[in-house]
């Protein structure tokens, strides 16, 4: 018998440095148990809009909705994605040449990259970033080079503008930025926007905006889109999608809006990658985004998922909780607390019946402290024992 018989061929390296979703690994474990507190997934129970629904059901009955084309999207979507992008940014797009339609936002995350970056350059994240931005940079083949949020006690979390800056090298294409931060729920503010679009602009860099979650602000801050700014809509890159702020995570639509000669290659990929979007569920991302009451409908769910955020803080007043300036989700720094945030993880989910998951690979060393808590999916009742259950443990 050959040494190679019974493996099959070699495979490539491209996936060696990536780790999987650890999301799953606490999910299977809590799934079942209602006694346990759901916080390790980017979930929420809030509906989605009534007319989204509506429209999706009779998209079932609708031959245009179950077909491959357009490629890009349906038109009247893509002039919609285009007005919300244009409304929020106060930049003009044309829907049909700087707007695409994606199976999802996420989707749109990786065909944005490979649209803009060669194999060999480099990209800057945040730190900590969600990994799923962190790891379709290595897909792309491009190296990801890591910008800290850091925490102060009296601001909360700030982009270290000097590391940033330090980032940029010759091989740098692109600034990687999704706001609010997640997992940490960070919060840009015109200051560090500012050095963001400065430092675009001094090294021709492309701004790829993840605005899964652009509204979702806490604490009454101002709302700001990077495109909007002095020279900056050339250069940037949305990726949206109506996921978080209308709850429509299973319809997987998304959209990329952004300067045509981008847009071009954004769409060569998109159907070289997915082909479409998903066609039963555009008619209900339409209803979402052309209702009359979008903004106040977004408002709503934020206000809500606001005094989940602070139900959270409350409870776990005692631990060192940072908290989040916008987004679905907070961490805890478990450093203070003497052990990892894996350990920690374990240790909740066995014994104190909280399922939260520990960000390892969604940044560099320091990630591996840094336990996320979703609050997006649980009503407030639910987070009144949240710290007796910490400190069954502690």
């Given amino acids: 018998m050959s040494a190679s018989e019974g493996r099959g061929p070699t495979l490539p390296g491209r996936l060696s440095g990536i780790p999987g979703f650890d999301i799953d690994r606490v999910a299977r474990t809590a799934e079942g148990d209602p006694d346990i507190l759901r916080l390790e997934n980017l979930d929420t129970d809030l509906r989605p809009p009534p007319a989204a629904v509506a429209a999706t ?28 992008v244009a409304r929020l940014a106060g930049r003009q797009y044309d829907p049909d040449r700087e707007c695409v339609i994606t199976a999802g936002g996420t989707e749109g995350l990786l065909n944005a990259l490979l649209a803009t970056v060669d194999p ?15 790891q379709r940079v290595r897909l792309a083949g491009a190296t990801p080079r890591l910008a800290p949020w850091v925490f102060d006690p009296a601001m909360g979390w ?37 050095a963001i679009a400065e430092l675009c602009a001094r090294h021709d860099l492309w701004l790829i905006y993840n605005a899964a979650m652009e509204r979702i602000l806490y604490d009454g801050r101002p709302y700001l889109h990077p495109a909007g700014l002095p020279g900056m809509r050339e250069r940037t890159i949305t990726v949206g999608s109506v996921s978080k702020e209308h709850r429509m995570i299973g319809w997987r639509v998304g959209w990329v809006v952004g300067p045509a000669a981008a847009l071009a290659d954004v769409a060569k990929v998109g159907i070289y990658n997915v082909v479409t979007g998903v066609g039963i569920g555009q008619p209900g991302a339409l209803a979402a985004l052309t209702a009359a009451n979008e903004a106040d409908d977004v408002a709503a769910s934020v206000r809500r998922w606001e005094r989940r955020r602070d139900a959270v803080l409350e409870a776990l007043r005692d631990y060192p909780v940072r908290p989040a300036a916008g987004g679905w989700s907070l961490l805890v720094d478990t450093r203070a607390l003497g052990l990892p945030a894996r350990a920690l993880s374990r240790r909740l989910l066995a014994e104190g019946g909280v399922a939260a998951t520990p960000m390892d690979a969604w940044g560099g060393p320091g990630a591996a402290y840094q336990l996320r808590l979703v609050f997006s999916n649980e009503p407030v009742a639910r987070f009144r024992d949240l710290g007796d259950r910490f400190a069954r443990i502690l």
Avoid: C, K, Q
């Avoid at 060999?120 to 962190?134: C, F, R, S």
């Avoid at 700030?158 to 919060?187: E, H, K, Q």
């Fill in 120 to 134: 060999g350059d480099e990209v800057i994240v945040t730190d900590p970033t969600y990994a799923g931005m962190l």
């Fill in 158 to 194: 700030r982009l270290d503008l000097d590391a940033l800056t330090g980032r940029v090298g010759d091989r740098t294409r692109a600034l990687f930025i999704m706001n609010p931060s997640m997992p940490s729920g960070g919060v840009l503010d015109p200051d560090e926007w500012a």
């Fill in 57 to 84: 059901r009779a998209a079932l009955e609708s031959p245009a909705a179950n077909s491959y084309l357009p490629f890009t999207g349906r038109a009247d979507l893509r002039a919609a994605a285009a007005r919300h």
